[in-house]
């Protein structure tokens, strides 16, 4: 039986930030998709609530999660969305993948 481990990411933005933050996610995004462990990597803007954003991350495993955390990329966008968040909430799941 295969596991990769999920993460529900809820980003709540400051009143008119979320546009910034939905594009240095972006960025983030389109770096993460090339590193190794990174299955799915999918980010969401709220229709009724524009500073709201969801991402949706699958990774082989916490190793490879971890590394992700250290990445250039990763960090800049943390950086660079530090004063434009008010809040992050990271839901972590186990996906099991049955006869695969």
Do not use: N
């Not at 960025?27 to 954003?53: A, K, M, N, W």
């Amino acid at each position: 039986m295969k596991t990769s481990i999920i993460l529900r990411v809820t980003v709540r933005c400051k009143p008119g930030q979320g546009k910034p933050v939905y594009e240095s996610l972006l960025q983030c995004q389109t770096h993460s998709l090339q590193e190794p462990g990174c299955l799915e990597y999918d980010l969401y803007r709220d229709f009724y609530q524009p500073d709201q954003l969801y991402l949706f991350e699958e990774w082989q495993s916490h190793a490879a999660l971890a590394l992700h955390r250290e990445t250039s990329h990763y960090l800049q966008m943390k950086l660079d969305t530090a004063e434009l968040v008010d809040a992050v909430e990271i839901v972590e799941h186990q996906k099991v993948l049955s006869g695969v």
